[in-house]
Every structure is written in structure tokens, then in C-alpha cells.
């Protein structure tokens, strides 16, 4: 299943999967609004349209209804930081969107808004640091190879909720690193057909490493998950065992030009089958400049390859930005990022690209 609106941050260096999105454009505005115990509540209003080429994300000889689509997104967040001691800090995190479709109204979602409320907490005690986080999501993601009888395609709206808690510990003392934590999560649909996705995890990570330098560190992490299909009595419960192992490495050419050189190794178990060691390595490149004290350009590329790749897993991008301060409170962003198909031995089926222009207006209203 997929979400049909991701909102995911690019990070330098670090490749992200695509929707094609040709057009998109944003408005937001932030102010603070009340204070509640010993939050003082800030606000942001979000308002974005975009234009999609292929809302299905499918290729054009599989789809079953209209690809291109036009629609709107607004909501509302709400959120704060509050200070408990001079070691602990506390966060809440909550907001609402709605999605409203005028080419494809069967995936509209107004009548059953997105929503979110997280409260998270971390106390730092000189070299080890102790968070703990709980959080209820409502979301709307799209589904396929359901049959709904009188539906006008393969995918529909399937709504569920979300409740999650953990914990976790983290110590570092410059050289030597690691972390442990703990998560329980529970999901539920609200749609009869999708009924035997219902199902509850607990998931248990570590994490270990050895930093040589700034930039070179070797690092060894890992996970071990137990689901229990709720929806499905009978079902046996499934575990799940990730490891890895990398090494990596950023440099710095020409003082400007950041690279990234991450060669590692990774190893899936299941309860059913031992997997084996296979290799996964990762590459990246990024550069940028200044034109002028108000006008930047970013762009760069990621490469990931697999011994044993599943779909999509062997992935080639590049990406393109340019950022613009029209005052101290207004900006506005261009960028365009594509993955090509089957370059560098790339396992993506269709090519894919986003383009999208974002303006950001800051409003700040102090109470006394």
C-alpha cells in the first residue's frame, strides 16, 4: 500500500522513493495562538495544490480510471516545546489536512480528514540520553488489487488509525556509541474489505558503533519484529530480524563539494527462513552556491545497489534546487528531482519526477 500524499524531507545524500508529481505549489503561515499548561501553542496554516500526472502512480497500460488529477490540501498544525527541567524537554505535535479532489472524487478524503497527536519527551544526562514518545494517526492511504464492486478503480481511500508508544536509550561519548529501544504499535482500518490488515507490533532495535573520525565511523544496527495479524485468526505470528553493517563516509572536494561513500552489508531472517549475508552499498554527491545573498542553488545525486535487490531497490536519482529569501519572512523554493528507469542498473520500472514550487510566509505573534 501507498500513501497517496507523502511528505518526506530530502536530506543531503540520502535517497528518497518518488511520487510524480509535475506541478505543486504551497502556501503556509505560522503564528502562536494559546498558551495550555506549560505549553505555550504555536500554529501553522498549510494550504498546497498540486497537479499529478499519474494520481494511480501506476504505468499508463495497468491503469483503470483517470491518471491525471488536480487537488488541494489544507489543514492545520499545532505545535510547542516545553521545558519540564533543565535537562528534559517535552513536545507536543498535532494537526488536521483534508484532501480535496476534483478529478478523481472517489479519492477525496473531506469527509474523513487526515489527523495526528504526538506528545514526545527526551531527558539528556550528560552522555546518555533517555526519549519516550506516544502518538494516534488518522490516515488515508490508496490500495490496490482490491475488487470493490462499482468502485471506478482498482484503488480506493482506506482509512485507519494508529496507536503508538515506545522508548528509547541512547549514549555516546564521542568515540564509542550505541542505543537501544523499544515500540509497540497498533493499526486498525476502518473499511470492512480491508478488515484482515488489522494487526499489533512490537519492535525491539539496537544500534553500535565506533567513530574513527568526524566523518568515518563504522556502525552496526538492527531490529527484530513480531506482528500479529489481528484481522486474520489463526494466522501465525510473524517475526521479523533486520541487521546491518556499513562504513560510512563523507568527504569534503574543493570546500564545497560533499560526497558520500557508504559501502555495507545487510542480513534479513524471518521465522520461517535464515537469509545470508549480501552486500548493500550507497553513494551520494551534493553541491551548492550562493548567487547572491538571497538567491542559492543545491543540486546532487544518490545511488543505492544491492546484492540481492528486491523491486525498486537498486535506485538512481538527481535533484536540483533553487531557494529564494524574498524577505526575512517570506521564501520561496523550486526543485525538480527525477529517477530515471533502468540507469546505473536501476530496477524502477517507469521513470518518474517532481517538480514543485513552494512559497512560505512566517507570521510571529507574541503574547505579553
Given at each position: 500500500m501507498k500513501r497517496l500524499v507523502q511528505h518526506r524531507r530530502l536530506l543531503p545524500l540520502v535517497g528518497t522513493s518518488l511520487l510524480l508529481w509535475l506541478g505543486c505549489a504551497t502556501l503556509e503561515s505560522s503564528a502562536q495562538l494559546l498558551r495550555l499548561g506549560p505549553f505555550d501553542i504555536n500554529s501553522r496554516a498549510k494550504l498546497e495544490a498540486v497537479y499529478s500526472s499519474n494520481v494511480e502512480q501506476e504505468r499508463k497500460s495497468e491503469a483503470t480510471a483517470e491518471r491525471e488529477d488536480y487537488y488541494?490540501?489544507?489543514?492545520?498544525?499545532?505545535f510547542s516545546d516545553a521545558p519540564i527541567s533543565p535537562s528534559t524537554t517535552l513536545r507536543l505535535d498535532t494537526g488536521f489536512a483534508?484532501?480535496?479532489?476534483?478529478?478523481?472524487?472517489?479519492?477525496?478524503?473531506?469527509?474523513?480528514?487526515?489527523?495526528r497527536l504526538s506528545l514526545s519527551s527526551a531527558t539528556e544526562l550528560r552522555r546518555l540520553t533517555i526519549s519516550g514518545a506516544a502518538r494516534w494517526e488518522k490516515k488515508s492511504e490508496s490500495t490496490e488489487d482490491v475488487v470493490?464492486?462499482?468502485?471506478?478503480?482498482?484503488k480506493t481511500r482506506n482509512p485507519s488509525e494508529t496507536v503508538e508508544y515506545g522508548v528509547r536509550a541512547d549514549w555516546d561519548n564521542d568515540v564509542?556509541?550505541?542505543?537501544?529501544?523499544?515500540?509497540?504499535?497498533?493499526?486498525?482500518?476502518?473499511?470492512?474489505?480491508?478488515?484482515?490488515?488489522?494487526?499489533?507490533?512490537t519492535e525491539y532495535t539496537w544500534l553500535a558503533g565506533l567513530r574513527f573520525t568526524d566523518n568515518l565511523s563504522l556502525k552496526y544496527d538492527g531490529s527484530r519484529k513480531y506482528t500479529t495479524q489481528v484481522g486474520m485468526p489463526g494466522a501465525e505470528e510473524e517475526i521479523d530480524t533486520k541487521q546491518n553493517i556499513s562504513l560510512p563516509w563523507t568527504f569534503t572536494v574543493a570546500g564545497h563539494i560533499q560526497f558520500l561513500v557508504a559501502p555495507g552489508y545487510k542480513k534479513e531472517d524471518s521465522r520461517d527462513e535464515q537469509g545470508k549475508w549480501s552486500y548493500k552499498h550507497d553513494f551520494g554527491v551534493r553541491d551548492g552556491f550562493d548567487i547572491n545573498q538571497?538567491?542559492?542553488?543545491?543540486?546532487?545525486?544518490?545511488?543505492?545497489?544491492?546484492?540481492?535487490?528486491?523491486?525498486?531497490?537498486?535506485?538512481?536519482?538527481?535533484?536540483?534546487?533553487?531557494?529564494?529569501?524574498?524577505?526575512?519572512?517570506?521564501?520561496?523554493?523550486?526543485?525538480?528531482?527525477?529517477?530515471?528507469r533502468q540507469t546505473f542498473g536501476s530496477t524502477q520500472d517507469t521513470d518518474s519526477q517532481k517538480y514543485s514550487y513552494t512559497l512560505t510566509k512566517m507570521i510571529f505573534n507574541s503574547r505579553p
Open positions: 488541494l490540501i489544507y489543514g492545520m498544525d499545532f483534508i484532501e480535496k479532489h476534483f478529478v478523481r472524487d472517489d479519492l477525496d478524503n473531506s469527509s474523513s480528514p487526515f489527523g470493490i464492486p462499482g468502485a471506478r478503480s482498482s564509542f556509541y550505541w542505543g537501544v529501544g523499544y515500540r509497540s504499535n497498533r493499526e486498525r482500518y476502518e473499511k470492512e474489505e480491508f478488515k484482515d490488515g488489522d494487526k499489533d507490533e538571497r538567491l542559492k542553488l543545491s543540486y546532487g545525486a544518490t545511488y543505492s545497489i544491492e546484492e540481492q535487490p528486491e523491486d525498486d531497490d537498486v535506485k538512481f536519482q538527481y535533484d536540483a534546487g533553487l531557494s529564494h529569501e524574498l524577505t526575512s519572512t517570506i521564501k520561496q523554493v523550486l526543485t525538480a528531482t527525477r529517477e530515471p
